[in-house]
């Protein structure tokens, strides 16, 4: 007899199998947040931890504890704030950059700061009161991977020490330039300036434009804020309220009580003619009109 037996139908065709199916996620970044205000620290540890694929391992209140915090947990970034009670954040940079890629994370934007954290290896600089969280969280998975992140402030004194590098002048024009174009145009139709494209006049809008502003080379203008007579004391509250500083992180910055920063912003208001912070701030920095313009 013939053989009976049948051979099974195939099934329909199975997918082939996902080489991605067993991968575990990436491990969350783990960062060391360093600030002496236990209030920014509270904040910047609950922003971060909010994120699946940021945990915040460790705090620190000063610079010492900052790198022990690292030694111990070898985070992915360190969150690190400049000034601090004890080791200060710029003196601990060093140190830590050997661990992990630092961000500074900081109301301080003195330029000279700015660029000795960068000399320091810091890989990032950000200033309180010009980034968002999402940009904050965004520059730590950058950092993380090499690229750095500035806020305007800390890009401004980064623009101005290139600048000063550079030299205030370049190589001078060699002789005979341009004279090889003013001859094969001698015969077409000539182009003279204008009295309001001159180079004079140009020489002198420029200055013009920068009191207008209040800024030059990305700082306040020292004539705009030299008028005030303020103190030494005085001038660096006055930078901590135009941050945006209340009176409890201006208190903690500066290691004075609240009491004596209200007497010195009394004084403060006193001599700027204001009634606020904003109204402060703005002759601060430059941007309210001055009464003294257009009066002849």
Known sequence: MPDQTTTPHPGPPQPPPDPFEHVPPPAPLRVVVADDNPVVRAGLTALLSGRADITVVAEAADGRQAYEAAHHHRPDVVLLDVRMPGVDGISALPY???????????????????????????????????????????????????????????????????????????????????????????????????????????????????????????????????????????????????????????????????????????????KLHSTSRSEAAAKWLGTAPDPRRGLG
């Open 96 to 270: 830590l950059v050997r661990i992990a890629p630092v961000v500074m994370l900081t109301y301080s934007r003195e330029s000279e700061i700015v660029q000795e954290a960068l000399r320091r290896g810091a890989g990032g600089y950000l200033v309180h009161g010009e980034f968002t969280a999402d940009q904050l969280v965004t520059a730590v998975r950058d950092v993380k991977e090499g690229r750095a992140h500035f806020t305007p402030t800390a890009a401004g004194a980064l623009l101005a020490q290139l600048r000063q590098g550079a030299g205030p002048s370049g190589p001078p024009l060699p002789d005979g330039l341009g004279q090889t174009n003013a001859t094969a145009h001698e015969n077409s139709s000539p182009t003279t300036l204008q009295p309001n494209t001159s180079t004079e006049n140009l020489s002198q809008l420029q200055p013009n434009v920068r009191q207008s502003s209040g800024w030059s080379g990305g700082h306040p203008a020292a004539h705009d804020r030299s008028r005030f007579q303020l103190s030494t004391r005085e001038a660096e509250i006055m930078d901590l309220i135009a941050s945006g500083m209340t009176n409890q992180q201006i208190a903690a910055t500066c290691f004075i009580s609240e009491k004596t920063v209200k007497n010195h912003i009394n004084r403060i208001f006193a």
